[in-house]
């Protein structure tokens, strides 16, 4: 169970639409705001998931340490409605996923698991 659909593979394998789309993906990453606050794309995932939670567990201490950070740090300017300084903001080489391939490790051992429980021995005669 992927973490939500994309299309990047198709818009990647055409370099056309890839250049038409680049600036919409950029802007569209800059209107969230989640960057302007110093968080990363894999701060926003939801944890009210029991995959999310496990997922989490297995960050390192120093990873796990820094989201939470992140996540204090964001709530407290959320609070006081500011954004930081701009030379504070994430940039988008920062801005790389750490949580989502977790998830997706965890996704698949779910599938196997899932598939390996309901698999079905066929008796020959």
């Not at 209107?31 to 960050?59: F, P, T």
């Not at 994430?90 to 801005?95: A, K, Y």
């Amino acid at each position: 169970m992927p973490i939500a659909p994309s299309f990047a593979p198709a818009v990647l394998k055409r370099p056309w639409l890839t250049k038409l789309l680049m600036p919409v993906a950029q802007w569209y990453v800059n209107a969230a705001g989640y960057r302007q606050m110093g968080l990363r794309a894999d701060d926003l995932i939801c944890e009210e998931n029991e995959q999310v939670l496990k997922a989490l567990s297995r960050l390192s201490s120093k990873e796990s340490y820094d989201r939470v950070y992140r996540l204090r740090r964001a709530t407290q300017l959320s609070l006081q409605q500011k954004i930081l300084p701009k030379n504070e903001w994430t940039r988008p080489e920062e801005d790389i996923p750490y949580l989502s391939p977790i998830l997706e490790q965890i996704y698949a051992e779910v599938a196997e698991k899932d598939c390996l429980n309901t698999m079905t021995v066929a008796k020959e005669h």
